[in-house]
Every structure is written in C-alpha cells, then in structure tokens.
C-alpha cells in the first residue's frame, strides 16, 4: 500500500508502543511494576508542576500540599468514615481546589522569586501542620486501612492491576493537557509567559488565569494523593514534606515543561535511577540535585524538549 | 477633511493630565483631543513627556493630575485590561510579539476579548471552545492577507525580522477591532522603504474607520494624519494640520530655536 | 503569660533574630550585586558549620583556626557558585525562574552531600564564652548569644563601611548599580560580581558557625534558615542590606512572641506565615523605598 505508507508507519508505532506498555507488567518484576506505578502517579502530580511553569512561568513548591490534601481525604472518608471511594478523591479535590483559589488569589498578585519562595514557604507550613494536626492526619502514626478501588467488581489490589488504572488517568489528563495548549486560554496562557503587558492589552485576565491554573495544578495534586492513598493503603506525614514537593519540580523540570508528555519523562527518571543507585546508599537525592542545576544551565527543556528539538531536526533535514 | 470639532465627539479627551518624575515635571497640564474616526498624531522631541504621556493614556501608568476621558467615560483609573474591554489598544516602541508563538497564533490572540469559551470548556473541547478557535482561526487568516504575512503565517514570531514584527503587532491590533488605536513609534527601527509601507497600511485602516493616535518624533510619518498635536516640555503648544504646525511659530522655536 | 517568660522569649528572640539578619544580610548583599536571589544562602551557613564541625572533631583543629577556616570555606563556596554555575548560565541567558532552580538545585545538592557523607545526626559546635550564661533580669542568654549579637552588628558596620568607604567596595557597587558604566571605568564587572557572592559565602558561613552552638548542625538546616532570612531582607527592604539586621531581628521577636501566646510546634508556621504575609503586603519592607512591584 505504497500510498499510505507515510501514514501507516506513526501508526505501528503507536500500536507498538501501547502493546509493550500493555505487557510490561506480565514480564517485569513486581518491584518494577511497583516503580511504574508510583511513576505514574508522579507523572499526574508532576503534570500540574510542569504546566504551572511552562505555561505561566511559576515555580510551584507547593504541590506536595494537595497532594497529602488528596491523600488525607481519602484516609478520612474512605478509611475513617466509610464512605465510597469516589467521595474520598471528590472532596479531596474540591478541598485542595478551593484552597488553592483561597491562597492563590493573594500570593498569585507575586512573581518570580517572591512567588516561587511563597510557593514553598506554603510547603512548610503544610508539612508542619500535617504533622501537628494529628487528629486528622495520624501525625506520624499515619493513618491506615484504606480500601482498594473497585470498579465494577475488579479491585486494583496489585501493582500491575493498578498500573493499568493509573496509567490509563495519566495518559487522559495529558490528553486533556493537550486540549488546555491548543485553545483559546492555552494561547492566553502563552502570550502572558510571553509579553504580560501585551497580553494584558489584549484584554488578557493574567491574574484570573494564574488563579485558574493554579487550581487546576492543586486538582492534578490531590489526584495523584488520592490515588497513591488507594494504592499504598497507608498514609502519614512522611510522604508529603517538602522533598515530595522537590520532587515534583524536579521532575517537571527534567522530563521539560515545554513538552506535554514530559512529565512522564520526568517521573520514569526519578522512580527508576534510585533503584539503579540504591547500592551506592543515600546518593540518589545528591544526583537529582546535581541533575536539577545540569537541566537548568545546559538542557533547559529537559529531555522532553531535547527529544521534541532532536526530532525537528530530524524532519526539516528529511524534507 | 474639514472636521468641526463641536460637532464630531472627541473619542479620547485629555484633561489637565500632569505627573512628575523625582523633581523633574514630565508633563505639565496637557490638554488635547483626539475625535472619533480621525488620524491624530502627538509629535514632539525626545524627552519631551511623549511616552509618558502614552503610558498614561494606555493605562500602564497612574497620572497625579488630570483625566483620561474615553468615550465620556473617565478611565484615569481603569486597568489595562478594562480599557482593552473598552476598546483602546496600543503597541509598544519595541513590538511586543509573543516570541514564543507562531504569527498565526500571535494574530489569534487578538481575538482573544470578543470570545467568552471558559477553561474548562476549553479543555473538554466544547463546542463553544471549537467555534472561537474556528473564528480565531479566521481573523487571523484575515488578517494575514490583509497584512500580507502570509508567507510567515507558522514561524515563531520572535524568528521573524524586526520590521515585520512590527506589521505582526500592528495586525493583531487589527484582529482586536480596537475603538481607537495608539501607535507608539510605529516607525522606530524601520528602513524608509517601511516606513512608506507603515504609511499606506496606517491611512488604509482610516480610511476603512478605525481612530488613530499615532506618537512619535518621526515628522514624515506623522504628516499622514488629519490633525497634530505637538507636545514640547510637558505641555502642548501647538495643534492643527501638519502644514500649520510646521509654520507655526512656537513649534519653531522649540525644534529650531529659531 | 508571666514577664519573666515574656523577656526570655523577648531574648531568644532577638538572638534568633540575628542570625534570621545575618543570612538576610547576605541574600539582600547578593542581590544588590547581581540581581539574583540567592536560595542557598542558608545552605552556606551549613557549610560553614559542618565544615567546623568537621574540623573540629574529626581533624581536631582548636577553635578559632576552625571557625576562621570555615567561614573562609564558606566564601570560597560562594566564589564557585558564581565561577562555576552562575556565570554558564548567564551566558546562556539566564531568567529570573532559572537562577532560582539552580540556587535550589545547589541548596538540595549540598544538603544532600552533607546526608550523605555525614550523615542525619545533629552535630554541635562549641560557643564562644562555652557553656557560659549572663542573668539578665531573671532572665537567662547564653554568653555565645551575646558574641553573636555583637559580631552581627560588627559585620553589619563592617559591611557599610566596606560598600561606602573602600575603592573594591565602592567598586563592587558601582559594578551592581551601571555595569556598562562601571566597564568603561576600568572595573573588572564579572570579578566584582564573583566577589559580590563570596561575600554572601563569608557572611553565610559565619552564620553557620554562629548559630551552630544554638540550633546544631544538621544536614537540612539550611532551607528554613534561607526561607528566614529571605524574610528577613524583605523586611529590611531588599534594596538595603543593613536592613536585613532590622528586620531579621522584627522576625525573631514576632516569632518567639508567637510561640510563647500559641505552640513552639508551630515555630516555623508562624514564620512562613509572616514571610508571605509580608511579600504580600510591604514588599518593599519597613526600611526600603520603592523599588520593585510584588518581587
């Protein structure tokens, strides 16, 4: 079939490629799958990380907040109260939500580093209060006996059950990702990165957007809480100080902010190279770091961008 | 074209606009007009408050004396975004094209206050989302032929040479369907063979209805409009056609100190 | 909340609030000189401090060779930092988010280092005056609180008289305020801003060594002390370093005033609170005139 040949062969590709992720946790070890898994949720959180400052330049190191806000309700209402699954990940939703609306709309009105330092000054105050406020949060006991999901009488008890639910979010939200870039307020967004005063005078509402996505980036975070809390079935204070919200930027920042399926790039690098390192001790977090200033000086759109460049190069040299 | 001015509304009006820098007053109680559908030009040296005054009228910097009326409405106070709501769009002395956008999607986004799709319809694709991109679409196809750029429709826009970067930021200004559009120093950075472009496009946008006020030092350019304001030392000191400014005494002594 | 408990908190406040000062010192001297916000100035506190404790237990070095070498060390961390990190990334085009991933990354990378070779114990540095305490009014203060007040102030008055009256310090100034200008001048514009950092390297790690026989150094002291101090310079008005004593010391009396009316749990709350509080609403500080917009 010479005549679609050009349109066959991106389409093998894809039906190669979803065929190995579909297979992946039929030949890897559990603790692989398990890795997979928490890349997955990483790359949710991740996601709001990396849209915040790719698309409105802000540095937000606030996301391990709505990530345990996420988390927390689901051990509240599903662990403690009993109520369904989706009320749990619901109202961790409409809570981090409206927080971030609550507290975006003033610190929003900052740039640059005023805001970036707000960012994380709000994850101090939430790792502390996590950790005070030990009637909600179990403080350091945590807080345990959180159910699986259920849909339709298949329970995600395992690893590679629940790799084929989280996965299937991610690549929706990215999709979804994909829709925000190319519409009217993805082009908003971009001209406010761009020139904010030419924005502006186009009739631009940044503050109102930089608000608006914000609480989107809070709603991917307590997504991701919401599911990890399903998937680990316990829950304490641990997991949501601020080296989580580190890792979220850091991720978004590899994997590039400029590519919409970076995040996943990202997220595949910080689950897996730990393991690769584990034999050298407590290394790993030096590597992100050194890993972190490497991305910023020489590969500032992160792989995802380096890959996206390298493969325009590549189509502008075949035509 | 003969207008009277008792007749003709005044779209924009300044009143007894004054600020002052440090210890240095920029402008000094400036009063002038600028009536609806006409081509205005505010010229004057270097230094002589012109950008100030531009800042103010657009909205980018709070006068401490005077009004801004637009459309009767006193605006002094308004933001950027509600006077682009209310139609007063301006550029900038350095075109602010968004870099990293195509020049098609830089004209779409010109479209961008007339449509009303929110951003969850716009990640769900709503229907509503899908007609304002299909409009933005067309404007900006629109406005790519009436600017003849279509040859450089999908480059980014901060690839493109400066001088058409500058037709790229006067044609999303187009695209906004401003009430009334400010120019500021459309010429600066333009070869003369521009600048004659610049002219035609300027006087065919006129000529279709849209107010002008054009700011800048360039003489050869502003000799397009219907009526000059000078502005010398914060004030204004002399206003008319060009021929009558330029015979004009006080102007005279200011640029020539004759 | 009887007076005694009042004029202690009063006290340790004001101590904290030094050393709250010292780093806004050296992130608002940083940043008068080159622009950047330096996020990892905490962190040179720790590499003064872990480099005297290093120092001192493991080399058993005497006192003042070891907290003279390790502020020494601090400024030398500075001078890299610049050298080695900010300048390729000037020359790449720096914004304003790419300065601040680096400075983080470098906090992240040297809190991981110091995990990693020392370890998550608190390690503690001796006190000048050792475990000697002054009774103020029924009060107590260790004698090392008051050497730290008094080298902070000394440092403050150094400082000012360094940028005011010394050709490299005016120099370094003039090379801050017009580079091009500066340039023409015969100053040497990217050394002045190499020293610039170093400066914020010494001060950084004297604060470390300072404040050590406080709090003990522990491997991630270091990004709640730049969060503190950031704090502090804004309060002082980011345009004007010696404010940061002022409002470093602002800081650490509301802080200890908060503990002692609510919870010492909520120490860092109240502090982060305050931080974004007043980024929010006097950007420009108690001190500072008006220069930047909301950051």
Known sequence: MPSTAAGTKPTLLWVAALLLWAALPFVATRHMVDLLVFAGLYSIAGLGVAFLLGQCGIVN?????????????????????????????ASGIVLSVAMAAVVGWPILRLSGYFLALATLALGIIAQVLFLEWDWITGGTLGIGGIPFIEILGFTFDTPARFYFLVWPVALLLLVLHHNLLHSRAGLALRAMRDEPDAAAVLGID?????????????????????????????????????????????????????????????????????????????????????????????????FGGAVTNWWQRRRTRRA | MDKTPQTTPALLRISGISHKFGGLQVLDGVDFEVADGSLTGL???????????????????????GRVLFDERDVTRDSVRARSHAGLVRTFQTPKVFAGLTVRENLMTGYYRHLRSGTAGNILRSPRSRQDMAAMHARALEAGERFSLQGVMDRPAGQVPAGMQR???LARA????????????????????????????????????????LVSHDMDLVDIADEVHVLCFGSIIASGTMAQVKIDHAVRQAYLGV | ??????????????????????????????????????????????????????????????????FVAAVLIGGAAGWLLEVLLVRPLRRRGGTEDSYLLLTLGCAFAVSALVLYFVGR?????????????????????????????????????????????????????????????????????????????????????????????????????????????????????????????????????????AIVTISSGYKDVIAMVILIIIMIVMPNGLLGRRTRKGG
């Not at chain 3, 009256?165 to 003039?174: F, I, K, N, V």
């Open chain 1, 61 to 89: 190191l606030a996301q391990s907040v709505f990530y345990g806000i996420g988390a927390y309700s689901v051990a509240w209402f599903c662990a403690r109260k009993g109520l369904p699954v989706p009320v749990g990940i």
């Open chain 1, 206 to 302: 940044i503050h109102k957007l930089k608000v608006q996505m914000f609480m989107l980036s809070a709603m991917l975070g307590s997504l991701a809480g919401s599911l990890f809390a399903h998937y680990v079935t316990f829950v304490s204070v641990d997991s949501f100080a601020i080296d989580r919200a580190i890792s979220f930027l850091l991720l978004a920042v590899l994997g590039g902010v400029y590519t919409v399926w970076g995040p996943v790039l990202g997220a595949l690098f910080i689950t897996i190279l730990p393991q690769w390192l584990s034999r050298l001790g407590d290394i790993h977090a030096f590597v992100f770091a050194a890993a972190l200033i490497a991305a910023v000086i020489l590969l500032p759109e992160g």
């Open chain 2, 43 to 65: 010229i004057g040296p270097n230094g002589a408050g012109k950008s100030t005054l531009f800042n103010i009228v657009s909205g980018f910097l709070l006068p401490q004396h």
């Open chain 2, 167 to 169: 037709l790229v930021e």
């Open chain 2, 174 to 213: 187009w695209v906004s369907e401003p009430r009334l559009l400010l120019l500021d120093e459309p010429s600066s950075g333009l070869n003369s063979a521009e600048i004659a472009q610049m002219r035609e496009a300027l006087t065919q946008l006129n000529d279709a209805g849209m107010t002008i006020l």
């Open chain 3, 1 to 66: 909340m009887s007076p005694d408990l009042l004029f202690q908190s009063v006290l340790t406040g004001l101590t904290n609030g030094f050393v709250y000062g010292l780093i806004g010192l050296g992130i608002a001297s940083i940043f008068r000189g080159t622009r950047i916000i330096n996020a990892m100035q905490g962190d040179f506190a720790l590499i003064g401090g872990i480099t005297a404790v290093l120092l001192l237990e493991r080399q058993g070095w005497p006192m003042l060779p070891a």
């Open chain 3, 121 to 257: 114990d608190s390690h503690a540095l001796p006190g000048i005056g050792g475990e000697g305490i002054v009774v103020i009014a029924d009060a107590a203060m260790r004698i090392h609180a008051l050497w730290l007040i008094a080298i902070s102030l000394a440092v403050m008055l150094t400082l000012r008289l360094f940028y005011s009256r010394t050709s490299l310090g005016l120099s370094m100034m003039a090379a801050a305020l017009d580079p091009q200008g500066a340039l023409t001048t015969g100053i040497n514009v990217p050394l002045m801003r190499t020293l610039t950092f170093a400066l914020g390297g010494l001060v950084g790690g004297l604060a470390g060594i300072l404040v050590g026989p406080l709090i003990t150094v522990y491997f991630d002291m270091g990004l709640l002390l730049t969060l503190k101090g950031f704090a502090a310079a804004i309060l002082g008005g980011l345009a004007n370093p010696m404010g940061a004593i002022v409002g470093g010391v602002t800081l650490g009396l509301l802080e200890s005033i």
